[in-house]
């Protein structure tokens, strides 16, 4: 069975810092990883995905993350955070077979100024 | 690109009513899922369409659950005889293609679902 764990249930940098949240995977085969991003009510949007082609994935809003197969991780970062920022980020793994998704619990990311 | 659309937003129900939602995808998205998420944490798959036939559900649905999508183009979601642990979020996705996972699923707003 596959799954994600998130590493960190709240992460909180000021604003202009570096932001890191980390996600670990379980998979029996290479899989296709995810985040998302959900904004108070507002729907989930899709930031990056890695789908076994280049290890380092660049998203929207200067997101990017790592896929390292020999740790198991795929973290999520950014130079320099922005109050806009803030949110709850979910780290996501999907079926090869049916493409469902299956979340990680979120991480929620708070900006100070 | 009107993106995908859920209605209601809201519904407050009470207890052992029945409720329905109804999903509309991007247009020529041929597969829709259903998606549950709880407050405090992440959403929890509970069904899925290829166009007009239902392929996997989760045994997180009940047999108070039933989800349709006629003719492959919006679906409804109906839950039966409501209890309160069906107040939660239902978000509805859609997305293009038959296999592997390189289309992205694009998220409705949800319906917010309280049950008293």
């Known amino acids: 069975a596959q799954s994600v764990t998130q590493l960190d249930s709240h992460v909180s940098v000021s604003e202009g810092t570096p932001v890191l949240l980390r996600c670990n995977y379980s998979s029996s085969y290479s899989p296709s990883l995810f985040w998302y991003v959900q904004h108070p009510n507002k729907g989930l949007q899709l930031l990056l995905k890695y789908t076994s082609a280049a290890t380092l994935v660049k998203g929207i809003n200067g997101f990017e993350a790592e896929f390292k197969k020999s740790e198991t991780s795929f973290h999520l970062t950014k130079p320099s955070a922005h109050m806009s920022d803030a949110a709850e980020y979910f780290c996501v793994v999907s079926d090869k077979d049916t493409d469902k998704l299956i979340f990680g619990t979120g991480t929620r990311l708070q900006v100070f100024p | 690109d009107t993106g995908v659309s859920q209605d209601p937003r809201h519904k407050i129900t009470k207890r052992g009513q029945n409720v329905t939602f109804r999903c509309d995808p991007i247009?020529?998205?041929?597969?829709l899922y259903w998606y549950r998420q709880t407050l405090g944490q992440g959403p929890e798959f509970l069904t899925y369409f290829q166009n007009e036939a239902q392929l996997e559900k989760s045994r997180l649905l009940s047999d108070r659950f039933s989800a349709e999508r006629p003719k492959g183009s919006f679906s409804t979601l109906e839950i039966q005889r409501t209890e309160q642990g069906d107040s939660a979020m239902y978000l509805c996705?859609?997305?293009?293609?038959?296999?592997?996972?390189?289309?992205?699923?694009?998220f409705g707003p949800g319906t917010r679902l309280t049950v008293t």
């Open positions: 996705a859609s997305s293009s293609g038959t296999s592997g996972a390189l289309y992205e699923q694009y």
């Open positions: 247009s020529e998205h041929n597969r």
